[in-house]
């Protein structure tokens, strides 16, 4: 779709095979990813999000993904280490604060068209990639909602809202950086990619990192975070009080438009992942949509199911707390008005 636009770097990216061999000549000399590499902590993460920083703010030395991939993760030239070194100095102290680009939101707002579909409401395209829907119109709250689920599921969302979260609501503006446009998000996010491509399964047990699986998920960051901090909505970063370190666990990226509430972006560390942190993403998500905004909003959109829109595990597990899979989601899904 037209209204997105996104700065080169977020495209120029390839599946990593183990025949790249500068790219995949990682801690190791025998072309294996060092477990430590991928932790949320790694030096390596802070390094990638220094190095994409000054790609998004349109230094073209840093546009290639296979350079900053070689240049972190392997043997970078003298001249790369300068760069990477360059890039870090750029960086605040503070992990928790917004280093993008200032964006009016006129250009977030159009930014946002096409991760919300509008090529399928506008009819651009032809193919209609289903979405997980909740009708809201006839829930008086979220209480109700809980109660019309199957005991499993009113199980999980009582144990999801027991859960010592602190919840701080960062809405975007068009006068400042994306509030999420930080070290600690980004992270947040790398985390997430991670743990859905297996590659957490293998950092938890004695085997060798896949290299495939781990540039493929970094990749696949790198181009999430780019396109959700371009775009308009707010943000609700989530803290879990009994993590020592204090640190952002898990971001929700929401969007009204029309009459639609859109879960957008939901992105959990393994901390969250383990504490019910998605179910009580949904509880929010649905709360507000039947408590704070009731009278203006008729649906509640968690999007496609993975990257084809038809991941069955996604949509099986949505669709157990009320949301329908639906093929002709514009028909159902009103966008036509405006942000708010």
Known sequence: FAGLELAPFAYRRRHFHAHDENVLVAKSKDGHVDAE????ESDHI????AWIN?????DERYDDMDVALATIFGRPSAQEAQMLENALACLPDDEEEPVGPILSLEERELN???PLGAGQWT????EKYAHSLLDVRDIDDVSAWQKSLKRTCRQSLRRAVGMNYTVIVKPISGDNPAPHSSLAVFRCIVEHELRLSMVGRQRDGDEDVDPTLFFGAICEAVERYVISTKMAGTIFEYMYRLDPTDSIVMIIHEVRKGRVLR???????DEAAKNYGWFRAVWDLIGRAVQEWNTRIDVVDLGPNGVDGKLD??????QRYGFQWVEDWP??????GPFW
């Open 37 to 40: 590499d991928i932790s949320r």
């Open 46 to 49: 802070k390094s990638l999000f």
């Open 54 to 58: 000054r790609a998004i703010f349109g």
């Open 112 to 114: 946002s068209l096409g």
């Open 123 to 126: 009819k651009q395209y032809d």
């Open 263 to 269: 879960g957008q972006w939901c992105y959990l560390t």
């Open 313 to 318: 595990a996604h949509a099986e597990l949505k």
């Open 331 to 336: 028909a159902v899904a009103d966008y036509r």
